[in-house]
């Protein structure tokens, strides 16, 4: 079983910037495509960033140009790199893996909060 943990989040002013982390634990994560996701409060979760094992990106438009994925497969972490940060952005975020039908079960998530 594939267990997530997110770190990373905190407050953040409009325009700032936050690191986001997710360590997996398994073996097989250079083999997984990974994906970033997130939940504002009274939405849906919604994938805002992938990354293939081969390491080809995708961004939801809302963050494109802003986010930025990557991956390293020796720590088995995914990273999201969040830049000029808006309020919109508030929200849990969390790692799984988008080509799953049924997703791993969800980690406890990293609060994103973007407030001035």
């Known amino acids: 079983q594939v267990q997530f943990v997110e770190s990373g989040g905190g407050l953040v002013q409009p325009g700032g910037s936050l690191r986001l982390s997710c360590a997996a634990s398994?073996?097989?994560?250079?083999?997984?495509?990974m994906g970033w996701y997130r939940q504002a409060s009274g939405k849906q979760r919604e994938l805002v960033a992938a990354?293939?094992?081969?390491?080809?990106?995708n961004y939801v438009d809302s963050v494109k140009g802003r986010f930025t994925i990557s991956r390293d497969n020796a720590k088995n972490t995914v990273t999201l790199q969040m830049n000029s940060l808006n309020v919109e952005d508030t929200a849990v975020y969390y790692c799984?893996?988008?080509?799953?039908?049924?997703?791993?079960?969800w980690g406890q998530g990293t609060q994103v909060t973007v407030s001035s």
């Open positions: 398994t073996s097989w994560f250079r083999d997984y495509d």
């Open positions: 799984n893996v988008p080509s799953r039908t049924i997703p791993y079960p």
């Open positions: 990354i293939t094992s081969g390491s080809t990106t």
